[in-house]
């Protein structure tokens, strides 16, 4: 069976498990609990087709392997898969829709959309491997930018995750934590520098599809488009919720870049350095 169909019969029976899933536990992110491990699985269905004989193909796989090891590790530790680990934003949006409109937007969205995205992210191994074509300079140099925004991506959450260690700790001994949100380390450069590595990540993943391909116009970007998208729309999602708890967010937002890392922008009156 081609590669391809295999993919899209595993995606199917994602959107059913996750979907079903949902209804049984009236929880809603079991996407989540599959985001880091159902890429591995398609990238590594098409470097398995073609026998693991493809050194541009195994090299994207073990690529995934440790984006997808990785993110497993921060969304464990974070409790995102024991019981009532579900994202609290879908709590705040059931509260805003009719109970029907959620589960229209549950099933269309969060299960169909989402799962469809995770397979539209791999689909440049798709693109490698119907046009075998040597690994070059090209490979290696995607191969370290992909690997040094892992690195960043780890960095970032790891401050994060420092960070509300401190704030609880503070919160727990009866103190005012030194900010109610993150903004030190990379969050002084972005207010969502993780999200910036993550989608990069994949971008970088279009980029070895283009290379086998020897040509960058390939069908495969709206995989990277459309993760792009989603991450401008859960942000703006999850800042006006931010933003509603802490009303100085929104000075934070005046003074930091939203996703790509840049120095930030001086407060009114602030000399220049």
């Known amino acids: ?7 899209l019969w595993i995606c199917a029976g994602a959107c059913a498990a996750t979907w079903i899933a949902s209804l049984i536990s009236n929880e ?12 591995v699985v398609y990238v590594a269905v098409f470097a398995a087709a073609a026998d693991f004989g493809d050194t541009r193909l195994n090299v994207l796989t073990a690529l995934v392997l440790l984006w997808g090891a990785r993110l497993t590790f921060n969304f464990a530790r974070r409790g995102g898969y024991a019981p009532g680990g579900e994202d609290y934003r ?4 059931r ?10 937007f549950n099933l269309g969205f969060i299960t169909v959309y989402q799962n469809i995205i995770l397979l539209l992210i791999t689909l440049p191994a798709y693109t490698a491997l119907t046009h075998p074509r040597p690994f070059g300079a090209l490979d290696a140099l995607l191969a370290l930018v992909f690997l040094g925004l892992l690195a960043g ?7 994060q995750w420092d960070f509300h260690r401190r704030k609880h700790a503070a919160l727990a001994a009866g103190q005012e934590p030194e900010s109610r949100f993150a903004r030190g380390g990379l969050f002084k450069y972005s207010r969502h ?37 989603l991450f401008v729309g859960s942000t703006v999602f999850t800042e006006s919720i931010t933003r509603s708890r802490y009303p100085e967010y929104a000075d934070y937002q005046a003074l930091t870049s939203p996703i790509i890392p840049w120095p930030p922008r001086r407060e009114p009156g602030q000399a220049s350095v």
Not at 153 to 159: G, I, R
Not at 208 to 214: C, R
């Open 153 to 159: 991506e780890t960095v970032a959450d790891q401050q």
């Open 28 to 39: 809603h992110s079991w996407v989540d609990r599959i985001w880091s491990i159902v890429p």
């Open 90 to 93: 879908w709590a705040i949006l």
């Open 193 to 229: 520098p993780n999200y910036f590595f993550e989608q990069a990540q994949w971008w970088v993943v279009f980029g070895f599809g283009a290379v086998a391909a020897a040509s960058l116009p390939q069908w495969t970007v709206i995989g990277a488009v459309l993760l792009t998208a």
């Open 1 to 7: 069976m081609d590669a391809l169909i295999v993919c």
């Open 95 to 104: 509260a805003r829709l009719a109970p029907w409109q959620f589960q229209l």
